[in-house]
């Protein structure tokens, strides 16, 4: 039976639990022990599938089709444990299923409460799995005193008075913050964030303290006795050049002991952590380093290309380099000429997106890189944009656009080169949408298979012609336009194993471009540089020996 460690934050938000967490279960695995993380989060959305990437960021989507919170990735990428759709929830998913189940009348007519109802719903969740692993790791969202996290921290309240004595502990951060004109740091926000949790009947047994500055040793002892913490289980967190050197920062404050010694778990097998010190080798002793543009339309919140910016900085690690990234707002050159925003980059990426805005700037963008013979990869929309570029300006089909498009305008503007996809086989099933169903959930979710031409590029690069990666999208390039393209020299090197929706498109007289409607960032690790990552980056390198 799993023992459960629960992560929650205090005083300010993005502190970091979500790469404590990370790092945690990193250091966990470094002892041999098995783990797997979730993430609870309060909002009152079903998932982040329909928020706004300027709201919440990038939308993590895992093997089994799940849209979740950003951290997932992290917590993917420190511990190479494959997300699943039980390891995310939000409140809007456990009031969903709380609510259906007293339409069918499983209460048998009893009044809805937050407790027991909620709160068992909760717990239900938290059980899923629990015998699979040695530790499971819940980081709840939000910081304690939010009135929408209470019934999550009611919940693991509970669940950790049910189980045994010594099943479960509580790990809290809080932030230290240092005032210059006095010169201190000051732990009253973090005696304050430890009242307000106990108020609620949790009591931390780990406290891991954001600071600027040094934590002397007396102002550890002072939390440790105000907060009713072992000195050793108060631990620094201080600010990194690189968020993978969090999991040796972190067993050099002793993170990974405390936790050991709160659950008692004596003598402690020691870590092996040549993996770690492999990646901080890689980040911080590099051969030279590439610029590359990532032209978007969400570059004011990087957060909203999470995956692809760690990606690309795998791909780094992957051939000793360091990776400079410049956001590209592709709507400043819509209307004008996109070469003095991109001259001078060894490589260009066009990520996903949803929506016409920014689309024009996107598809100069794959112009530049194919008459510059400059690497190019786009993802999902990326792809599609590349074909409507190639479509327009190469195979002759002056008005390419997508159906997407048109919907929104509400008139038909384009020859529809992307259409909605109405139907799909997924498993042994058929799956069907209308351009009318919800939002929430109806895209082309998760893991599918996708069978590569012998001889091709992408092929070449993976070492196979038959992979598996993660989709998020519901607009497909129509293959009846095939033909046109491949006659032009833009391969469909990418397909799927029926031959119905494009996979992977490449140009075949180019050095390095490539369109993909999946997402390869989302499998990519420090330890594992997804090999389209790498290959990018090297080409991206070889193209800046050119210069």
């Known amino acids: 039976m799993a023992r459960y460690i629960f992560i929650t934050g ?27 993380l979730r993430k609870l989060d309060p909002y009152l959305n079903v998932d982040p599938g329909t928020m706004s990437p300027f709201e919440h960021g990038e939308v993590f989507v895992t093997d089994d089709g799940a849209e979740t919170d950003l951290d997932l990735g992290h917590y ?69 005193g939010d009135i929408e ?64 500055h040094p934590i002397p040793e007396r102002e550890r002892e002072k939390i440790g006795l105000f907060c009713n913490v072992r000195k050793e289980a108060v631990i620094a967190a201080y600010d990194l050049k690189s968020i993978y050197e969090a999991p040796l920062a972190y067993h050099h404050e002793g993170l990974d002991q405390a936790v050991l010694d709160a659950f008692g778990i004596s003598p402690a097998p020691r870590p092996n952590l040549t993996r770690w010190l492999d990646v901080q080798d890689r980040i911080h002793n590099t051969d030279g380093e590439v610029n590359i543009a990532i032209v978007g339309k969400y570059v004011q919140l990087e957060d909203a290309y999470k995956s692809i910016k760690e990606a690309l900085t795998h791909g780094g690690m992957a051939n000793r380099v360091r990776v400079n990234v410049d956001w590209v707002n592709a709507e400043t050159f819509d209307r004008e000429d ?18 016409e805005r920014g689309t024009e ?46 919907h929104e305008a509400g008139v038909m503007r384009f020859e529809p080169v992307v259409y909605h996809l109405k139907e799909w086989v997924q498993g042994n099933h058929k799956v069907e949408r209308k351009s009318t169903d919800d939002k929430g959930g109806t895209m082309r979710l ?3 298979t996708a069978s590569l031409a012998e001889g091709s590029k992408v092929a070449e690069i993976y070492g196979t012609t038959t992979i598996e990666e993660r989709h998020r999208h519901r607009y497909e390039v129509d293959i009846k336009y095939r033909k046109q393209l491949e006659t032009c020299g833009l391969h469909f090197s990418g397909m799927s ?25 989302l499998k990519s690790k420090p330890f594992a540089p997804h090999p389209l990552f790498a290959d990018f980056v090297r080409a991206a390198v070889d193209a800046s020996r050119l210069v």
Not at 91 to 101: D, P, T
Not at 124 to 135: A, K, R, S
Request: overall charge negative.
């Open 10 to 36: 205090g005083v300010v938000s993005s502190l970091g639990k979500g790469l404590a967490s990370a790092a945690l279960g990193a250091l966990l695995q470094a002892r041999g022990f098995s783990v797997r």
């Open 361 to 406: 700037g996107k598809i100069k963008a794959a112009q530049f890189a194919r008459e510059r013979n400059i690497p190019y990869l786009g993802i999902c929309l990326g792809l599609q944009l590349a074909v409507f570029e190639a479509a327009r300006n190469v195979a002759g089909v002056a008005k390419a656009g997508s159906e997407e498009f048109d």
């Open 338 to 355: 996109a070469a003095p925003h991109l001259e001078g980059f060894h490589a260009i990426l066009v990520p996903g997106g949803f929506g």
């Open 497 to 521: 194993p029926d031959g119905r929706l494009p996979e992977i498109v490449e140009w075949d007289d180019h050095p390095w471009f490539v369109g993909v409607q999946f997402h390869p960032e």
């Open 76 to 144: 993917e990428r420190f511990t190479g444990v494959a997300a699943r759709k039980t390891d995310s929830v939000s409140s809007g998913r456990i009031y969903s299923n709380v609510l259906e189940k007293e339409r069918r009348g499983d209460y048998l007519g009893r009044t809805i409460q937050v407790i027991p109802h909620v709160t068992n719903e909760i717990k239900d969740f938290l059980h899923i799995g629990d015998d699979e692993v040695d530790f499971m790791l819940c980081e709840i969202g939000g910081t304690v």
């Open 149 to 212: 996290g209470l019934p999550f921290f009611e919940a693991i309240r509970q669940f950790a008075q049910e189980k045994p004595r010594g099943q479960c502990i509580f790990m809290h951060l809080t932030l230290l913050p240092y005032l210059a004109a006095s010169g201190e740091l000051k732990t009253k926000p973090t005696q304050h964030s430890v009242k307000e949790l106990r108020s609620i009947g949790i009591a931390p047994d780990v406290l891991v303290c954001r600071s600027e």
């Open 446 to 448: 998760g893991a599918y």
